[in-house]
């Protein structure tokens, strides 16, 4: 019996008891959500594929003791497909992590049919693991912007996340008020030209064709893949709100699209910014009208090389963040990414995942500019509780 | 090569490349807190090297590698025609 195998559908509740135990926000929760989300994610989802499958551990006495999970991507680079296998989470049972069991997971994964894997979300010894195994650093992309939107309550909500794990702080309307009367000239104005509207699978997948081809490697959507992962998002608790805007000029050229977590009284987080030439500010503009106009106190993302100099430009500050690792037998696809080359963002990545116990479904409810926001989440995964995805 | 010789090698490859000194053949490794994850897998990639053979993905036997006299015997024992020179 082989120690290392696929994930089964079998396996899903000692996987969700394994993720239940190591997450400190409610490892007394129900677990039907855990198992729900890690079936959409990792079994049903339209683009697991059965060569790329996660992986877990099954140990003789103990059973399944640790898991790898396995997201697969399909991009294009040139003019052809190839699988970009995407890992995480990776957890083991704390009783078992000094046996070394999650280096023994990684090192089966990344040696899989894909032709490349990549990781968005490292800790320090998993990076060090990745670079032991032959992989390498994507240094822009192990590194985040940020624009603060109103500066009172950026710092509640930094202070808050340090020192309780949530990132919209107690009193977050008493911050707003003094941010809205000291900080008017922070807050980005509205563009003053451009507009925006509800962005659709196929306006996605549109945009991407267009501005992708800029790229030597970029993802191959379809409505299919988008509805499906757009239906995960939707149910994440990493914001209040998924936001997803496509971008036209005032003749209604699509500009860009970008989709993004909002959280009022908190950080809005990026997940994809797609345009290209002077377009990008056009949509960065537009995205930071939104999130500040919707009450969130800073807004982030990766930091992806044709968005620099338009943020550098934007006053945001660069930072470090988790790690984003790579490895594949093709030079060419790693020197794709390492060049900038490549449009890989977060929206292809782990970083977003968070499965959550039962609880309220989130969907998006506010239109362009509203500043209303959903029911508060049954709970919010943080980086707090990420550092302890120990291995 | 010996199997005395053989331990005396992966004692050597453990301290060139973990900067670790086992106190003797029999230590349990990760019991003791010698080795954590990723020194399993610096000390695989490195006898994989140092020996040329490739340890399995699937079925790797984590319990076989828990001392050095364990890994001796292991390594021995996926050179069975004593290639190990």
């Known amino acids: 019996v082989n120690a290392i195998r696929p994930l089964e559908p079998a396996d899903l509740p000692a996987v969700a008891a394994l993720y239940a135990e190591i997450d400190k926000n409610d490892p007394d929760g129900p677990l039907s959500g855990y198992i729900d989300f890690f079936n959409r994610t990792l079994i049903e989802h339209p683009l697991a594929d059965p060569e790329i499958p996660a992986l877990v551990y099954d140990d003789p006495r103990d059973g399944v003791v640790g898991m790898m999970g396995s997201h697969p991507r399909q ?32 090192r089966r994964y990344v040696a899989g049919p894909q032709d490349m894997t990549v990781n968005d979300r490292a800790l320090d010894m998993v990076h060090d693991m990745w670079s032991r195994l032959g ?3 994507d240094s822009a992309g192990s590194m985040s912007w940020e624009r603060k939107l109103a500066p009172v309550g950026a710092a509640a909500s930094a ?79 990493l914001g209040d709100l998924l936001v997803r805007r496509l971008v036209r000029t ?19 987080h990026v997940m994809q910014v797609v345009a290209s030439g002077d377009d990008i500010g056009l949509t960065l503009d537009h995205l930071f009208h939104e999130a500040a106009a919707a009450g969130a106190v800073t807004v982030s993302g990766r930091v992806e090389p044709h968005l620099v100099s338009h943020l550098r430009e934007r006053s945001c500050r660069i930072d470090w963040h988790y ?54 989440p049954a709970f919010a995964m943080t980086t707090t509780a990420l550092a302890d995805l120990g291995v | 090569m010996s199997t005395a010789a053989l331990t ?24 003791s807190g010698l080795i954590d994850s990723l020194a399993l897998v610096s000390l695989i990639t490195e006898i994989e090297a140092e020996f040329k053979f490739e340890m399995p993905l699937d079925d790797f036997d984590v319990e076989r590698f828990r001392s050095v006299e364990q890994i001796a015997t292991y390594v021995a024992e996926t050179h069975p025609d004593g290639s190990l020179a």
């Open chain 1, 75 to 106: 991009f294009i680079h040139g003019d052809r497909t190839v699988r970009l296998a995407c890992s995480g989470p990776l957890i083991v049972h704390p009783d078992h992590r000094p046996r070394g069991l999650g280096a023994l997971l990684l």
């Open chain 1, 135 to 137: 992989g390498v650093t």
């Open chain 1, 159 to 237: 202070f808050a996340l340090r020192m309780i794990g949530r990132e919209r702080p107690p009193g977050a309307a008493l911050y707003a008020g003094i941010d809205a009367a000291l900080g008017r000239r922070l807050r980005p104005a509205l563009p003053s030209s451009g507009e925006t509207e509800k962005l659709t699978h196929q306006d996605l997948a549109d945009v991407i064709d267009r501005c992708g081809r800029a790229f030597e490697l970029r993802p191959a959507y379809d409505a299919e893949y988008l509805s499906a992962l757009f239906g995960v998002m939707d149910e994440v608790v």
């Open chain 1, 250 to 268: 005032d003749d209604g050229r699509a500009a860009g699209a970008y989709v993004m977590y909002l959280r009022a009284g908190g950080p809005a």
């Open chain 1, 323 to 376: 790690w984003s690792m790579l490895q594949s037998r093709d030079p060419s696809l790693v020197a794709a990414v390492l060049s900038g080359k490549a449009l890989l963002t977060r929206l292809d990545g782990e970083w977003w995942m968070r499965p959550r116990p039962q609880g309220s479904s989130l969907v998006e409810e506010v239109q362009a500019g509203a500043s209303r926001v959903a029911a508060a």
């Open chain 2, 8 to 31: 005396e090698r992966i004692s050597d490859l453990i301290r060139e490349t973990l900067h670790v000194v086992v106190p003797a053949p029999d230590t349990d490794l990760i019991e």
